[in-house]
């Protein structure tokens, strides 16, 4: 089976800056190394609704953000460790969630599998 795993969250003050990480781990159930067609980040707030971040594609490394995310988080990739990060800047109080990674393998419709989600808190 594969795994997503996230770590890197935590309290931070308003106009900190945080990185978190997401390592793919295990196998398909035939055994091969998974197969990624991209991955990303979500994020859900008390209260509220699971919320796209943005992506990366793994192959060839495109990024799409969010308007919330878009020049203040930088998603980036070490393909040979299948792990993605998602850096994080100027963060705000409305920033704070459960952030939550996923692999859209390729083949999958969709996001596909996904992590069990760091908890990021942004104090003001």
């Known amino acids: 089976q594969v795994q997503l795993v996230e770590s890197g969250g935590g309290l931070v003050q308003a106009g900190g800056s945080l990185r978190l990480s997401c390592t793919a781990s295990g196998h398909t159930a035939s055994g091969r190394p998974v197969s990624l067609y991209a991955m990303g980040w979500f994020r859900q707030a008390p209260g509220k609704g699971r919320e796209f971040v943005g992506r990366?594609?793994?192959?060839?490394?495109?990024?799409y953000y969010s308007d919330s995310a878009k020049d203040r988080f930088v998603i980036s990739r070490e393909k040979v460790g299948y792990t993605v990060y998602l850096q994080m800047s100027s963060l705000k109080p409305e920033d704070t969630a459960v952030y939550y990674c996923a692999a859209h393998q390729i083949g999958a419709d969709d996001w596909n599998i996904w992590g069990q989600g760091t908890q990021v808190t942004v104090s003001s």
């Open positions: 990366i594609r793994w192959s060839g490394g495109s990024t």
